[in-house]
T-cell receptor
Framework: EAEVAQSPRYKITEKSQAVAFWCDPISGHATLYWYRQILGQGPELLVQFQDESVVDDSQLPKDRFSAERLKGVDSTLKIQPAELGDSAMYLC?????????????FGPGTRLTVL | DQQVKQNSPSLSVQEGRISILNCDYTNSMFDYFLWYKKYPAEGPTFLISISSIKDKNEDGRFTVFLNKSAKHLSLHIVPSQPGDSAVYFCAARVNFGNEKLTFGTGTRLTIIP
């Protein structure tokens, strides 16, 4: 069964360092999402891509976070510099397309700990 | 501003009994609702959904009920099984535009053998 792949699964870094997460969506899925889930809360959308274009990045802290999906397939989320409050699970999801009733499939996530 | 609320952080149910998980929302623009299940160290997996034009949707042991006037939905699991122990997230979206999902805070369901 096709799955969304994410790496690394776990990342520990020190404050002010740079970190990067990678996501490979299900083959053929045009829409890709990055979510952040803080402990005890639900996932919150950071950025959404349709192919290589950003559709929604209204909740992305653009002073330190960046995301790209250069060829419209895999994607990278970067944080520079990392802060203590960035400790969270970072989830990637993909869907076949934008449109009504379209299901999002989630990857296993990257758990980030900032010391 | 929490637009989707799950007021019960945890729930314990005997195996074989009914599990009822509740979710409330405040945004009247939401017209599609989903339940996701999440095991530790895994991403959420889609469980069941319901459109606002319906008040019930059933899939095997899982049934979701929607009460639009009360802005409330619930997930019923009958009968509950040990493998149902997980965190359940309610999510909602406006079914046009970018399909952004707004999630609740989750309910941890524990099925007691």
């Amino acid at each position: 069964e096709a799955e969304v792949a994410q790496s690394p699964r776990y990342k520990i870094t020190e404050k002010s360092q740079a970190v990067a997460f990678w996501c490979d969506p299900i083959s053929g899925h045009a829409t890709l999402y990055w979510y952040r889930q803080i402990l005890g809360q639900g996932p919150e959308l950071l950025v959404q891509f349709q192919d290589e274009s950003v559709v929604d990045d209204s909740q992305l802290p653009k002073d330190r976070f960046s995301a790209e999906r250069l060829k419209g397939v895999d994607s990278t989320l970067k944080i520079q510099p990392a802060e203590l409050g960035d400790s969270a699970m970072y989830l990637c999801a993909s869907s076949l397309r934008m449109g009504k009733d379209n299901e999002q499939f989630f990857g296993p996530g990257t758990r980030l700990t900032v010391l | 501003d929490q637009q989707v609320k799950q007021n019960s952080p945890s729930l314990s149910v005997q195996e074989g009994r009914i599990s009822i998980l509740n979710c409330d929302y405040t945004n009247s623009m939401f017209d599609y609702f989903l339940w996701y299940k999440k095991y530790p160290a895994e991403g959420p997996t889609f469980l069941i959904s319901i459109s606002s034009i319906k008040d019930k949707n059933e899939d095997g042991r899982f049934t979701v009920f929607l009460n639009k006037s009360a802005k409330h939905l619930s997930l019923h699991i009958v009968p509950s099984q040990p493998g149902d122990s997980a965190v359940y997230f309610c999510a909602a979206r406006v079914n046009f535009g970018n399909e952004k999902l707004t999630f609740g805070t989750g309910t941890r369901l524990t099925i007691i053998p």
